[in-house]
């Protein structure tokens, strides 16, 4: 779970969409000629001053009706974590002396990060009070975008598009890290007209194949065991392959690279804890060091597990650029494997 | 060796190979009829796998020097390689290199046969017919390799190495680990082969009883090749065409033996037991009984005697043996004359 605090140096990125105008209808004659204090800019002024929020727009949605809609994208394109929506009365009722409220709209597809985020919202409200002298009588109220429906099984749901990735992934390196190593008649295979190329292509293909019925049985048995699926099955079952896909190329490339089974097992280990660590899925990528960013970037976790989760939560297209990066980063490793192989020594 | 040019399956002409500063075959040159089976013999380090890995195009021309064909295509030029492998079959030493064992023969048979681009029916037919040559019995054909015994998995990789009618075949070491009675088997399914589809075979082996199936042998040293005939051929080049002089002598010692080494007409004594020398004499005829009456006179008592024919192993102990006290006096020399051998 990630918390963001005051502490914390990543700030939470946000927009404010506010409904509250600074003009007040009269009761009496119905006109508008009557002006109220208003609290709308000393809000954005104090999340401005917050550490924890960073505001990268504000709406005013009396004067663009489709304020809401462009943060709900930006929301869905990742660009935000939280809407704060300021309601039309929000100045009106603090004049009052009501308590103050303010609605939120967290990015509810990392379940984990909500609390954080709200968290972060309240930090602001904290400085708007203080800043503003005003009584600490402050409701947030939170409405969960990309949320899983309640009848599915929270529990399930929360924890199986942050493991699908990994299984998928692991999956596809087990099922290669050993075929080169492994197999000791490729050494006398290549002392017939065959050539090194096709014998790599011949194993990419192969389990290709296995990985294609791998990821089917896990799509089957995800559905089947009741994962909320917003996008469609087929990019979900592209999603996996790619992934797994990409998977296959990491366990050529340290099949390839490897001289002993037992090389090539430790590599694994080392690799898959490296990828899962710096995937994002436990740690957020925007918080690790500038340096380990750039190599988390190039790990295909990083893109996979956004990926699956765009289509599981958002029901985002698979054709997103974390399909372009696996398929650049298979592409690579696919050139590199080959290379390495091409050099290999083997003798019979 | 004269040898027509359409008859030479496998011609070398002066073959150097080094790696970097070191000089692994020196001037290496031979011929290879079709359908001879050539033995390459020598002990660890002295080239055999070296000159068969240049025939089978697995060192790079930037490696070695000289003239060499396989089949009239030379392995220095890598357009010709798949031409070279398509038409070279290898049985490596080790049966695990050249079978998948969780697979059953026939299928082995497919996986090789699809690099040849033999179709499928093609294919199994001729692994039968050489399953039924090499005797593998037809309740293996269909099960898991790794359930076949030590010798039908070693007959298997001999049919794989057949299995797409190559000119030559190369065999590593087809005896070793192989228990003595199955040695004959192997090396009498081999001439079988050879005399059945007219294969030229080049033998990699220790086993000096290869060369009771070769036609041709080789003797390699240190990347030199001592000599290159038939086994009969090199065995007459021997003193009195390779007649020896078996003789047990009792209580037989060194100095016995450095005795017997000083008569003139003696051209080598190699103790073969503990009783037992072999002697080599300049003409068989008349120096035996020279040899005779003079350990007669020396007190020398000799309890039995037999003449025979050397043996290809004799010649190649004689013949190693000649090679290493060459190039002990050669190291001697230096050393008297107080400067480093050039």
Not at chain 1, 84 to 89: H, N
Not at chain 2, 332 to 339: A, P
């Amino acid at each position: 779970m990630s918390n963001v605090s005051s502490s914390n140096p990543i700030p939470t990125s946000c927009v404010i969409v506010s409904y509250d105008s600074n003009t007040f209808l009269n009761q009496n004659n119905f006109t508008q000629d009557i002006e109220l204090d208003n609290y709308t800019i000393p809000y954005v002024d104090a999340v401005n001053m917050s550490e924890s929020l960073e505001l990268v727009n504000f709406f005013n949605a009396t004067e663009e009706p489709y304020a809401m809609e462009t943060a709900r994208t930006m929301l869905f394109n990742k660009r935000i974590k939280v809407i704060i929506m300021i309601p039309v009365d929000f100045s009106e009722l603090l004049i009052w002396g009501y308590p103050g409220m303010l609605q939120c709209v967290p990015d509810a597809a990392e379940i984990q990060n909500i609390q954080g985020i709200l968290n972060a919202v309240q930090e602001s409200v904290n400085i708007f009070i203080v800043a503003n002298n005003l009584t600490p009588q402050f409701l947030l109220e939170g409405f969960e975008e990309f949320a899983i429906p309640p009848e599915y099984n929270f529990q399930f749901n929360t924890y199986s598009f942050m493991i699908l990735p990994i299984m998928t992934f692991g999956i596809a390196l087990v099922l290669s890290i050993l075929v080169i190593v492994k197999e000791k008649p490729i050494a006398r295979l290549l002392l017939t007209p065959v050539q090194r190329a096709e014998i790599l292509l011949s194993k990419y293909i192969t389990y290709s194949i296995i990985l294609l019925i791998q990821v089917t049985l896990l799509v089957i048995s995800s559905l089947g065991s009741g994962l909320y699926l917003a996008g469609t099955i087929g990019d979900l079952f592209l999603a996996l392959f790619m992934l797994g896909f990409t998977g296959l190329g990491f366990g050529l490339f340290i099949s390839s690279l490897s001289k002993t089974k037992t090389e090539a097992n430790q590599l694994f280990f080392a690799f898959f804890i490296v990828i899962i660590l710096l995937s994002g899925i436990f740690i957020p990528i925007e918080s690790m060091p500038f340096y380990l960013q750039i190599i988390a970037y190039m790990l295909p976790l990083s893109h996979g597990d956004p990926m699956i989760m765009g289509i599981v939560t958002k029901g985002t297209s698979i054709f997103s650029e974390h399909f372009y990066w696996l398929l650049g980063i298979s592409v690579v490793l696919f050139i590199i494997s080959f290379l390495i192989f091409l050099r290999r020594k083997y003798e019979v | 060796m004269e040898a027509e040019v359409n008859d030479v399956t496998v011609n070398v002409e002066g073959l150097d190979v080094a790696f970097g500063d070191k000089k692994i075959i020196h001037d290496v040159s031979f011929v290879v009829k079709r359908g001879e089976i050539v033995g390459l013999f020598g002990i660890s380090g002295a080239g055999k796998t070296t000159i068969v890995r240049v025939l089978t195009c697995q060192i790079d021309k930037k490696h070695w020097t000289g003239n060499v064909t396989v089949s009239n295509l030379t392995p220095a030029k890598k357009k010709n390689h798949a031409k070279i492998l398509s038409d070279t079959g290898y049985v490596p030493q080790l049966e695990e290199l050249n079978l998948y064992y969780e697979l059953s023969p026939l299928v082995n048979v497919e996986v090789f046969t699809s690099t040849y681009g033999m179709n499928k029916k093609k294919a199994k037919s001729v692994a039968k017919e050489l399953f039924s040559i090499l005797d593998l019995p037809d309740d293996t054909w269909k099960k898991k390799t790794k359930k076949m015994s030590g010798g039908e998995k070693k007959r298997l990789s001999m049919a794989i190495g057949l299995i797409h009618n190559p000119s030559v075949l190369f065999l590593d070491e087809p005896t070793t680990g192989v228990d003595a009675s199955k040695r004959y088997d192997i090396l009498s399914y081999l001439k079988k082969l050879n005399q059945k589809l007219h294969t030229t075979m080049f033998i990699i082996t220790h086993d000096l009883e290869a060369a009771l199936i070769c036609d041709k042998t080789a003797i390699l040293r240190e990347g030199k090749l001592l000599a290159f005939d038939s086994p009969r051929n090199l065995i007459e080049s021997l003193p009195s065409k390779g007649k020896i002089a078996r003789l047990a002598i009792e209580a037989l010692n060194q100095d016995i033996i450095d005795v017997i080494k000083s008569q003139p007409y003696v051209k080598r004594v190699l103790r073969v037991g503990n009783e037992v020398v072999e002697i080599l004499l300049e003409d068989f005829e008349s120096d035996l009984s020279r040899l005779l009456q003079f350990l007669f006179a020396s007190g020398i008592r000799v309890n039995s005697m037999s003449r025979d024919q050397a043996s290809f192993r004799r010649y190649f102990q004689i013949r190693i043996n000649e090679e290493e006290e060459k190039e002990q006096a050669y190291i001697n020399l230096t050393n008297e004359d107080g400067g480093a051998p050039e």
